[in-house]
T-cell receptor, first 112, second 113 residues
């Protein structure tokens, strides 16, 4: 089944404790992105990657890092999480021949 | 600065009637527009899209209209069904190859049986 998977689905952590949210897709897609969804703000892009080793900032990259060492994986790293990063995070991917993005199920992160 | 706006946070429509969801944008460089549907506890799923070279695209019960001069697009769902109850996001993209997809804030559609 074609899908985008994210882990963990739920995470509660404390300020300053480094964490990684994994994202994997099995569709051989070139493009992958991370978004955060906050009430009243919709989905905002954090980082995106157009292919292996090619990444770029989205609209709200501060406090986040990403890497794209393999085509299928695009982890999101929070080196020192803060409470304002409490949010619902989505990973997405798409092929180079289409515009529609396929989204993962989301990761709800709470930073206390 | 919100470049893609959905001014109606919520909308209620009787089952069988037409649902019309609206979206406005400010960036004239946007050349591709998409609608996504989102159920609780799930990721958004792609619904329908339209290129700026067209003014209408239809897929079954869903039709998207684009008015470039007004920088406005709308999604029509006819007839509305209870399973259409969800949050709908409008999104816009400029320059194919640039992956910066800008989303609106969403409209919660409730279909009343």
């Amino acid at each position: 089944e074609a899908q985008v998977t994210q882990n963990p689905r739920y995470l509660i952590t404390v300020t300053g404790k480094k964490l990684t949210v994994t994202c994997s897709q099995n569709m051989n897609h070139e493009y992958m992105s991370w978004y955060r969804q906050d009430p009243g703000l919709g989905l905002r892009q954090i980082y995106y990657s157009m292919n292996v080793e090619v990444t770029d900032k989205g609209d709200v990259p501060e406090g986040y890092k990403v890497s794209r060492k393999e085509k299928r994986n695009f982890p999101l790293i929070l080196e020192s999480p803060s409470p304002n990063q409490t949010s619902l995070y989505f990973c997405a991917s798409r092929s180079g021949s289409g515009y529609e993005q396929y989204f993962g199920p989301g990761t709800r992160l709470t930073v206390t | 600065d919100q470049q893609v706006k959905q001014n109606s946070p919520s909308l209620s429509v009787q089952e069988g009637r037409i649902s019309i969801l609206n979206c406005d944008y400010t960036n004239s460089m946007f050349d591709y527009f998409l609608w996504y549907k989102k159920y609780p506890a799930e990721g958004p799923t792609f619904l329908i899209s339209i290129s700026s070279i067209k003014d209408k695209n239809e897929d079954g019960r869903f039709t998207v209209f684009l008015n470039k001069s007004a920088k406005h697009l709308s999604l029509h769902i006819v007839p509305s069904q209870p399973g259409d109850s969800a949050v709908y996001f409008c999104a816009a993209l400029s320059n194919f190859g640039n992956e910066k997809l800008t989303f609106g804030t969403g409209t919660r559609l409730t279909i009343i049986p």
